[in-house]
């Protein structure tokens, strides 16, 4: 019997590249996707099943086309959307080009690749999806405010696209990290900002176990790490006014 197909986005870093290992482990075919040609040099990584390396830019149609050509109409048993792209500073002194890029990768693109791979494993009437949304879906994101417009869409997309699958046997589960020591800050220019420059940032390995575990279990949601369970709890009871105060504490750069 052929193993299972987990197709992963975003898997040449971070929290994506740990959930593939986790997945290769497990026995899972892997088809892994990134935007930089990094995700060649992961897939060596990645044990288990056969691996399929594919670099594509995920903000566009044809990027997620391309991905879906090299799944050639395999069934997917676990889809792991987890491609996305951050963006500090002032809303105001941004690039259109830059915060577009951010709303086409997180937003657009990601919405695309769900509707085509959901809709088949509805079809079927089996599947597992894991979205990487984010507590920063939860906070007016001051000084990072269309990454976190973001998040927010997809933490909400997640819930109502669960509640319309309930009945067919898909499962979707959003996995809502917060600060993570990866490369994020990095390629988002935030590490002139206090939470850039943090140290305490949760390892990628534990939030990806923390995903997988909630995924394998059909949770709807997990926070990952008690820190950041805790402010996920306190922004329900907290006005937006304040919470973008905070926010602004976070991730304010330098000099701003």
Do not use: C
Not at 44 to 73: I, K, M, P, Q, S
């Amino acid at each position: 019997m052929a193993n299972k197909l987990a197709v992963i986005t975003g898997a040449s870093t971070g929290i994506g590249y740990e959930l593939a290992k986790i997945a290769g482990a497990e026995g899972y075919d892997l088809i892994v996707v990134a935007d930089e040609p990094q995700i060649t040099v992961a897939a060596d990584d990645f044990g288990g099943g056969a691996v399929w390396a594919v670099e594509a830019d995920l903000a566009t149609f044809e990027g997620n086309d391309r991905l879906l050509d090299e799944v050639a109409g395999r069934p997917v048993d676990l889809l792991i959307a987890n491609a996305g792209r951050g963006l500090g500073h002032a809303f105001i002194e941004q690039d259109v080009s830059a915060w577009r890029r951010v709303i086409d990768t997180n937003v657009t693109g990601t919405t695309y690749l769900l509707q085509k791979v959901a809709r088949d494993m509805a079809a079927r009437g089996e599947g597992r999806i894991l979205i990487t949304g984010s507590i920063a879906g939860l906070i007016p994101g001051s000084y990072q405010a269309v990454y976190n417009a973001t998040k927010a869409y997809l933490d909400s997309f997640a819930y109502a696209l669960r509640e319309e699958l309930k009945d067919s046997g898909v499962t979707i589960t959003v996995l809502m990290p917060g600060p993570t020591d990866t490369r994020f800050f990095e390629r988002a220019g935030m590490m002139d900002t206090p939470v850039g420059k943090d140290d305490s940032k949760e390892d990628p390995a534990k939030t990806a176990r923390n995903g997988w575990d909630a995924v394998m279990a059909g949770s709807a949601h997990v926070v990952s790490g008690a820190k950041n369970k805790l402010q996920a709890a306190i922004s329900h009871i907290t006005p937006d006014s304040v919470l973008a105060k905070m926010h602004t504490n976070m991730a304010k750069p330098d000099g701003e």
